[in-house]
């Protein structure tokens, strides 16, 4: 691979401890997935997770004390740590997870993150522009980034996003290159979404049927928004390994059929109606009995569009006794909530709220839950493995509220029972 | 044993190894997909659910799911329950660089080799006996 000067500057250590171990990882990488040469990005986006993993504090460790910085603008996901949880009586957290989730956030904002402590860094400012070279990591984002924004980013790896992060650099190949990017598979959507459930779904179809594929979506309305497609690739994203699709006249690389696929004639098809979709409904859904644990809503992150729907929905009800209602958000979709009257109603029905944080990295062992509700197929698709074994029922923002709240309250509707 | 039959292909680690295969057809993800304390598979939508990895050579088409894989190699390497070696058809960035960083991190060299002259899948089978040279980018199957 060609090094530019200050490059194997790096590689050879004249740049510090922490730009070798980041040059090396980034280097081998290279070396074995045939790129010709290193490219600078513009933006990283990093984890700083999974704190039950003591190798994940570890090497965040080693990264920051051997004097790493960030050299270009880095967002980080979100975290289970002090700096964004403080109900620790409500869910409570073994100590030592406590103290790795500190020493995560402390060693990220050491090398000088931006803490937006979100999956959704595109709607926090870290907005590439299409065609810019980035390093991203989290699925959904990688997603977003390749997809709706024209981006450009492999799918980077825990250690291998801090390295680029610290570097300011990223091999150049796979969904880098231009001729890596078109579509090779053919998505035809005979029945229209209208709903983010729909776009969930069809996210969930590809993820599950096209994996390692470039799908060109054909069909898809031209009222789809750009939110609709981040639920649409987290979904797909998390079911399979599908870093970039197309929408053909949405997206900004698929402006014809022409231009999407390259010229070339898709290999592959997939229809997708009625059929399919009552197919993955019935796949997507591992609850089959028993109490329903919590209700699980926000992931990815959402927009202050979809707090205001969570809100009208509610209107006064209040979640039900013996059940958990938790809205994952970023804290500026938070700020907005509160400045436009949302946050008061939605903390008056009972819903605990999960600030810059998930639930994949919640020391939910503890908390002794066994089947939850989610409005979104990221979380149906993993959360019933390793490490929350959660049986999943799968349904939209309103069932959510329907099954996990309870008429009551400010309303003074006929059986209220106020939560006690 | 049988007669052996000789891959080559493209090493992605480098490291020798030799042991059992477990293969599957399905595609696989470490993250959620192995508990990196025991090595267990606990991939509930996989057909390898229950079976361990430790010590085991992985045989399967391609990676899975979230982007976080490497930290979950790094962390079943760091507790000792990492497999042998793994054969992709096309190994996925996300579990080749976990296994980089596991040399570099970890000083572990598992072997991890893709683009056999041959399709591993059809001709390794769970139980086959393999030896694996990430040096060479060798895999040499032992028939039962």
Known sequence: MDLTDYEKRMLDGEEGEAKRMSMEILYALGNVYGASRMVPIQSAHVLAVYPHLEASPEIMEKFAKAGGRFAVPTTVDPGHNEKNFDKWKEFPEPEHLKQNSIRLAKAVETMECIPNWSCTPYYQGNLPRKGAYISWAESSAISFANSVLGARTNRTTIGVDIAAAITGRTPYFGLLLEES???????????????????????????????????????????????????????????GVVPLYHAIGITPEAKSREITYGGKKPKVELKIGTKEISEAESDINTYASGNLDAILVGCPHPTIGEIAELTCLINGRKVKKGMKFCLFISADVLHLAELMGFRRKIEDSGVDIFTGDCILFCPVASWGWKNIVTNSAKYANLLPSDPTYFKVLFTDLKGCVELGTKKGGIHGQKHSSPRS | MGKSIALQGRSITRGYAEGEALVSNQFFGFTHGVEPTTGRIADERHEWLGKNVNGKILVFPYGKSSSSGGLFILEMIRCGNGPAAVINVETEPVIGAGFIMAKIFYGKEIPVIDRLNKNPIELIKTGDHLIVDGNKGVVEIMKK
């Open chain 1, 181 to 239: 990017r078109y579509a090779n598979a053919r998505v035809v959507i005979e029945k229209q979404p209208s709903s983010m459930y729909d776009y969930n779904i069809l996210g969930y179809i590809i993820g599950k049927n096209l994996s390692d594929r470039i799908p060109a979506i054909e069909g898809l309305p031209e009222s789809t928004t750009a939110n609709d497609l981040k639920v649409l690739g987290a979904a797909a994203a998390s079911r």
